[in-house]
């Protein structure tokens, strides 16, 4: 059991002994974390021990809508950290390639739909377009437009604060692309109540029950604590390596393995500085593409099983600009994966040294402050008191976060159309992926053979895959990769029944038509990205 110094308690002196909180290893998570639990906690003394030889990685450089809880708790507004970070911001995510490899694009928004959670039958409404209008008029892609606004902010290259007859809100549902090292220098600035302590960990020393007593540095100094978190990265240095944790992988179901990281210059930052990342899929991979303030961050994501270092080396260089075809380009092993719990005995694994999922999602920096937020709360509970209990809630939830992630990213392969090479196809054809056969339709992980009934399984597709009380971003996905709960035969099927259906669908058509028009007008007056950061964040 851990348990909070009484408030009467005198700090100590040093750093060396009698310290609630320890952590191992700095970055962008190690910061992100000891700037909450110093926020939140200013009752512990808390210590940041950093390797000043080991590089960051700092790549993470895109984040979605959940970082805004992050933001709150620390009580940051924009123009206070986004400058400093070269910070811009996202309000979607593009698939560029994904579903046929034909120059197709399809967005993911952020934020909420158009209708309220009791219309239903907003979104078969569209499936339903699809087959009474054609999908010329209402391609894949058309469903991101019709759902949500926020879906031209991306297209057109704009951003507001407020978008009319709609439940856009600015503050939760915009998010940000930044420079993640900028991000946590910004931190370790802000958090000057923690201890920065530079120095190499050489060893442990343990208790007799297996947690850790303290650590060894370098210079030979020895440092107890209660609680050590450990942000060491893909190292894992205290969570893997000392305390035994079993790491586990996930590269059955995703397959890349490697990156090539770099920055490339803008060329024109007003219509480059687009408000969303930009996913663009290749031959074995995919490319990220993130504008920052300052320049452009951008990486090759692929498989090492498909395509050698050195071919998917040119492959990149071909994709990039002409200005930017002979820049430096950073290699990344990616450890795929995480380990079985992420809090043993006073122990806690937080951001890489946790674990990871490929970047087409973000989620690299979303599971670090999750996490830091997961612990936070769980220390804020019954005077910092500790149990089996506490530890077992955390593990839930950071496993269960992850679990979920590693489903939604595997989604965008799977539901992919592409066979063109051994990649795609494998991707596309020869992983049994969980999710189809239970999130995505009906959840908790039952199997279709359940369904044995017709109206259940259409009623699964659509009041499981396609719900407005389902707000997650595989409604986006699915559709944007083709994926209909409504056949033309069962269109064609419901419209015998009730043949004044088709009619009603006919208005909806021409209602939306005059709508998108009107949308599309305003959205064209309204300032650009880059505009706005230049005149409200960048100034």
């Given at each position: ?5 009484p408030r009467s308690t005198p700090k100590p002196s040093s750093a060396a002994s009698d310290v609630y ?437 259409l009623d699964g597709l659509n009041n499981r895959f396609y719900s407005q009380k389902r707000l997650d ?67």
């Open positions: 059991m851990i348990r909070r110094p909180k320890r952590q191992v290893g700095g970055g962008s998570s190690g910061w992100m974390t000891a700037a909450l639990l110093s926020k939140e906690h200013p009752e512990l003394e808390i210590a940041l021990i950093e390797d000043p030889n080991i590089p960051t990685i700092g790549v993470g450089e895109s984040t979605l809508g959940h970082f805004n809880r992050f933001l709150i708790r620390l009580g940051l507004e924009d123009k206070d950290w986004m400058p400093f970070c070269d910070a811009t911001y996202k309000s979607s995510i593009g698939f560029k390639n994904f579903r046929e490899g034909k120059g197709e694009r399809f967005q993911y928004p952020f934020g909420r739909f158009e209708w309220d959670p009791d219309q239903m039958d907003a979104i078969s409404n569209f499936f339903e377009l699809q087959n009474e209008i054609g999908k010329d008029v209402y391609p894949p892609e058309e469903f991101a437009r019709y759902a949500n606004k926020v879906t031209y902010l991306a297209e057109y290259n704009k951003m507001v604060e407020e978008i009319p007859d709609s439940n856009f809100r600015f503050k939760v549902h915009t998010a940000y692309h930044l420079d993640a090292n900028k991000f946590g220098e910004f931190l370790k600035n802000k958090a000057s109540s923690v201890h920065h302590i530079l120095a190499k960990v050489e060893n442990v020393i343990k208790t007799p029950d297996g947690s850790i007593h303290s650590i060894i540095t370098d210079e030979g100094n020895t440092i107890s604590a209660d609680l050590f978190v450990d942000c060491t990265g893909f190292k894992s240095l205290l969570l893997e390596q000392h305390m035994g944790v079993k790491f586990n992988s996930c590269k059955d179901m995703l397959f890349n393995d490697r990156a090539l990281a770099t920055h490339i210059d803008y060329d024109d930052k007003e219509t480059q500085m687009v408000p969303y990342t930009d996913c663009v899929a290749l031959s074995n991979g995919w490319v990220y593409n993130i504008p920052l303030w300052s320049n452009i961050g951008t990486g090759y994501v692929y498989s090492s099983d498909y395509i050698s270092d050195e071919d998917a080396e040119e492959e990149f260089r071909n994709y990039l600009p002409e200005s930017a075809k002979d820049c430096s380009l950073m290699p990344i092993k990616i450890k795929h994966g995480v380990h079985e719990v992420g809090w043993i005995k006073n122990v806690v694994g937080i951001g890489l040294a946790y674990g990871f999922l490929e970047p087409l999602e973000s989620t690299g920096l979303m599971t670090t402050h999750e996490n830091a937020i997961f612990l936070s709360d769980l220390l804020s509970q019954r005077n910092g008191i500790i149990t089996e209990h506490s530890r077992s809630v955390y593990n839930f939830s950071a496993q269960k976060t992850y679990e979920s992630m590693k489903i939604f990213i595997s989604m965008h392969y799977s539901l992919s159309a592409r066979e063109d090479n051994d990649y795609w196809s494998d991707c596309t054809n020869t992983i049994e992926y969980p999710g189809v056969k239970g999130t995505m339709l009906h959840g908790n992980f039952a199997s279709m053979d359940a369904l044995t009934d017709y109206y259940a399984l971003g595989l409604i986006y996905i699915g559709a944007g990769q083709d994926i209909s709960p409504i056949s033309k035969a069962m269109y064609d099927e419901k419209n015998s029944v009730t043949p004044e259906k088709k009619e009603y669908i006919r208005d909806i058509h021409k209602e939306y038509q005059i709508h998108k028009k009107e949308t599309i007008e305003w959205f064209k007056k309204q300032p650009s990205h880059y505009q706005y950061l230049k005149d409200n964040i960048h100034v």
